[in-house]
């Protein structure tokens, strides 16, 4: 079966990557342990191995852009954040090249949590 039952395709993309994203690590909503000007953007934090990840959910119509991914690129550099997942319906073809180009951020489609769950 190609879509895994485990997961309520019309679950809002926040809850899906919450039961997602807890088997890479421990999650946590206290953002006051993020330095710099990112805690105010991050949905929450994933800890993995002592590294602190930020989460961005982005649950929008239209495809995540190459402004977006710089955007959050840069806040992970400005604070003490070791990456971030950018989880979202979609990406654009060039956003996904320039997350591909960078050594701290992983992007995630909502297609990608129901397949692999």
């Keep these: 079966m190609l879509w895994s039952m485990n997961y309520d395709r019309s679950k809002p993309l926040i809850e899906l990557s919450l039961e997602y994203l807890k088997s890479f ?3 946590s909503h206290e953002l006051s342990v993020v330095t710099g000007p990112s805690k105010h953007a991050i949905d929450f934090l994933i800890i ?6 930020g989460v961005w959910v982005l649950d929008w119509k239209r495809s995540v852009g ?3 991914i710089i955007h959050i690129e ?3 550099q400005r604070s003490n954040l070791s990456g971030g997942f950018i989880v979202a319906n979609n ?3 060039n956003a ?3 997350a591909n180009q960078t050594d701290t951020l992983e992007l995630i489609e909502r297609a990608e949590i129901l397949y692999h769950t």
Excluded: C, Y
Aim: proline share 5%.
């Design 74 to 76: 840069r806040l992970v």
């Design 91 to 93: 990406f654009s073809p």
């Design 96 to 98: 996904r090249d320039l």
């Design 66 to 68: 190459t402004d977006k």
């Design 25 to 27: 690590g421990t999650l």
């Design 48 to 53: 993995i191995k002592e590294l602190l990840v």
